[in-house]
C-alpha cells in the first residue's frame, strides 16, 4: 500500500469517526431540557436548535432562518438583536415567548456564535408548593401577631378571676380558724371559686385552640356560626370594654367554603379593630353591630361600630403602617389577604353618624360541596 492509499484510509476513518462524534453531540443536545438556538453571526443562520426551542415555537425541523423561525415572537426577534450589536458578551432578559414571560440568556463567543437560552417556567407542581408555603407561613405569621396583640388585654382579664378566688380562699381560710363557721357559707364560698377557675381554663382553653398550629383545610361553612363562634371567643374583651353587641342573622344557613380557622382568625381580628375604635367612647355609645346576609350568591358580612371613624389619612392596608400604640399595623392587611385566598374581598366604609362598617364579601359555597356535607 502507498502512501497516498494510506493517507486516505485515514482521512476516511477519521471522517467515519468525526460523524460518529457529530452524531453522538446532536443526540446529546437533543436531550438537554433547556430550549436554545445557536446563531452564526456572520452568516446570519441558525446553526443549532435544541428540540425542546422548536418544539416552544412550533417549528419544523431543517429550518435555518432564526427571524423568519421566530417571527410570531416579536420580543424575542427584539433582544436577539440587541444582543448581536451589543457590547455585552452576558447578559439575560425577561421578555414574553411563546405567550409566556420568561427568562433568556443571552451568551456571545468570540468564534461568532451567539447562544439564547430560553428558561423554562416553574412546573405547576414547584408553583403550588410555593404557593401553599407561603400561606401556611403568612397563616402562622399572622396567628402569632394576633395573639401577641391580645396578650395584654387576656393576662388583664385573667388577673380578676385569679384575684376573686385569691380573696375567696382567704377568706374561707379565715371563716376555717373560727370553730362556728358554717359549712354551708364555706361550701357557698367554695362553689363560686371553682366558677372562676372554670371561667379562666375557659379563656385559656379558647385561646390555645385559636393558637393552635395546622394547615388550612377548606370545609362548608355556615356564615352565622362562625361568626358566633368568634364573638363568644372574644366575649371576655367585649365585657371588659363594656360593648353592646347585636347579631342580625338570616334563620337559613349562610354556606361558605373555606378554612374555620383562617376565617375566624379574620372576624375575630376585624371585631377587636371595632372594639380598639371604641376605646375613647362613652361606654353607654359603645354599640358593635355584626350582620351577615346573602347578596345575589356572595354572603356579605358587616361589622358596624360607633368608634372614632376613619380619618383622611389613615393608611388601612399598609403594611406595619399603625395607629395603636400597641399595635404592629398587619392586622387588616392580612386579613385582606386571608379573604382573598378565599375569591373574597374586605373593604371599609365611613357612617352616617359616627364610626365605620367593615365588609367582608365571601362567594356561596356551591350546591355539591353543599350536598357532599349532606346540609341539603
Given at each position: 500500500?502507498d502512501?497516498s492509499?494510506t493517507?486516505?484510509?485515514?482521512a476516511?476513518?477519521?471522517?467515519?469517526?468525526?460523524r460518529?462524534c457529530?452524531?453522538e453531540?446532536l443526540?446529546a443536545?437533543?436531550?438537554?431540557?433547556s430550549?436554545?438556538?445557536?446563531?452564526?453571526?456572520?452568516?446570519?443562520?441558525?446553526?443549532?436548535?435544541s428540540?425542546?426551542?422548536?418544539?416552544?415555537?412550533?417549528?419544523?425541523p431543517?429550518s435555518i432562518?432564526?427571524?423568519?423561525d421566530?417571527?410570531?415572537d416579536?420580543?424575542?426577534?427584539?433582544?436577539?438583536e440587541?444582543?448581536?450589536?451589543?457590547?455585552?458578551?452576558?447578559?439575560?432578559?425577561?421578555i414574553?415567548v411563546a405567550?409566556s414571560?420568561r427568562?433568556?440568556h443571552?451568551?456571545k463567543y468570540?468564534?461568532?456564535?451567539?447562544?439564547?437560552t430560553?428558561?423554562?417556567?416553574?412546573?405547576?407542581?414547584?408553583?403550588?408548593?410555593?404557593?401553599?408555603?407561603?400561606?401556611?407561613?403568612?397563616?402562622?405569621?399572622?396567628?402569632t401577631?394576633?395573639v401577641?396583640?391580645?396578650?395584654t388585654?387576656?393576662?388583664?382579664?385573667?388577673?380578676?378571676?385569679?384575684?376573686?378566688?385569691?380573696n375567696?380562699?382567704?377568706?374561707?381560710k379565715?371563716r376555717?380558724k373560727?370553730?362556728?363557721?358554717?359549712?354551708?357559707?364555706?361550701?357557698?364560698?367554695l362553689?363560686?371559686a371553682?366558677?372562676?377557675?372554670?371561667?379562666?381554663?375557659?379563656i385559656i382553653?379558647?385561646?390555645?385552640?385559636?393558637?393552635?398550629?395546622?394547615?388550612p383545610?377548606?370545609d362548608?361553612?355556615?356564615?352565622?356560626?362562625?361568626?358566633k363562634?368568634?364573638?363568644e371567643?372574644?366575649?371576655?374583651?367585649l365585657?371588659?370594654n363594656h360593648?353592646?353587641?347585636?347579631?342580625?342573622v338570616p334563620?337559613e344557613?349562610?354556606?361558605?367554603?373555606?378554612?374555620?380557622?383562617?376565617?375566624?382568625?379574620?372576624?375575630?381580628?376585624?371585631?377587636?379593630?371595632a372594639?380598639?375604635a371604641m376605646?375613647?367612647?362613652?361606654?353607654?355609645?359603645?354599640?358593635?353591630?355584626?350582620?351577615?346576609?346573602?347578596?345575589?350568591?356572595?354572603?356579605t358580612?358587616?361589622?358596624?361600630?360607633?368608634?372614632?371613624?376613619?380619618?383622611?389619612?389613615?393608611?388601612?392596608?399598609?403594611?406595619f403602617?399603625?395607629?395603636k400604640s400597641?399595635?404592629?399595623?398587619?392586622?387588616?392587611?392580612?386579613?385582606?389577604s386571608?379573604?382573598?385566598l378565599?375569591?373574597g374581598?374586605?373593604w371599609?366604609s365611613?357612617?352616617?353618624q359616627?364610626?365605620?362598617?367593615?365588609?367582608?364579601e365571601l362567594?356561596?359555597a356551591?350546591?355539591?360541596a353543599?350536598?357532599?356535607?349532606?346540609?341539603?
Open positions: 500500500m502512501v492509499t493517507i486516505a484510509s485515514a476516511d476513518d477519521q471522517a467515519v469517526h468525526c460518529t457529530y452524531k453531540l443526540e443536545i437533543a436531550s438537554v431540557k430550549a436554545f438556538i445557536v446563531i452564526c453571526l456572520r452568516t446570519d443562520t441558525t446553526l443549532l436548535m428540540e425542546s426551542m422548536r418544539s416552544l415555537l412550533t417549528l419544523q431543517g432562518h432564526w427571524r423568519s421566530m417571527a410570531n416579536s420580543e424575542l426577534v427584539a433582544a436577539c440587541r444582543a448581536i450589536v451589543s457590547s455585552e458578551t452576558d447578559w439575560v432578559a425577561e414574553e405567550k414571560k427568562s433568556v443571552f451568551t468570540q468564534n461568532g456564535q451567539l447562544v439564547v430560553v428558561h423554562a417556567e416553574p412546573s405547576v407542581a414547584e408553583n403550588l408548593h410555593e404557593y401553599m408555603q407561603a400561606r401556611d407561613n403568612l397563616f402562622s405569621t399572622s396567628r401577631i394576633s401577641s396583640e391580645m396578650a388585654t387576656l393576662a388583664h382579664e385573667l388577673n380578676t378571676p385569679i384575684g376573686t378566688i385569691s375567696i380562699l382567704n377568706g374561707v379565715m376555717l373560727n370553730p362556728d363557721a358554717q359549712i354551708g357559707t364555706i361550701d357557698s364560698a362553689d363560686r371553682l366558677d372562676q377557675t372554670r371561667f379562666s381554663q375557659n382553653s379558647r385561646i390555645r385552640d385559636f393558637t393552635q398550629s395546622r394547615r383545610k377548606p362548608v361553612l355556615d356564615t352565622r356560626l362562625q361568626l363562634e368568634a364573638i371567643l372574644l366575649d371576655w374583651l365585657k371588659h360593648c353592646q353587641v347585636q347579631i342580625i334563620d344557613p349562610l354556606y361558605i367554603s373555606g378554612d374555620a380557622t383562617m376565617l375566624q382568625q379574620v372576624f375575630i381580628n376585624l371585631i377587636r379593630n372594639v380598639d376605646y375613647q367612647q362613652n361606654k353607654e355609645r359603645r354599640k358593635l353591630k355584626v350582620s351577615a346576609e346573602n347578596i345575589e350568591g356572595k354572603i358580612v358587616s361589622i358596624t361600630d360607633t368608634g372614632h371613624g376613619l380619618g383622611s389619612g389613615d393608611k388601612l392596608f399598609v403594611p403602617a399603625t395607629t400597641g399595635g404592629m399595623g398587619v392586622g387588616l392587611n392580612i386579613c385582606r386571608f379573604i382573598e378565599h375569591q374581598r374586605l371599609l365611613p357612617n352616617e359616627e364610626g365605620c362598617t367593615c365588609f367582608v362567594p356561596e356551591s350546591q355539591d353543599i350536598q357532599k356535607k349532606g346540609f341539603v
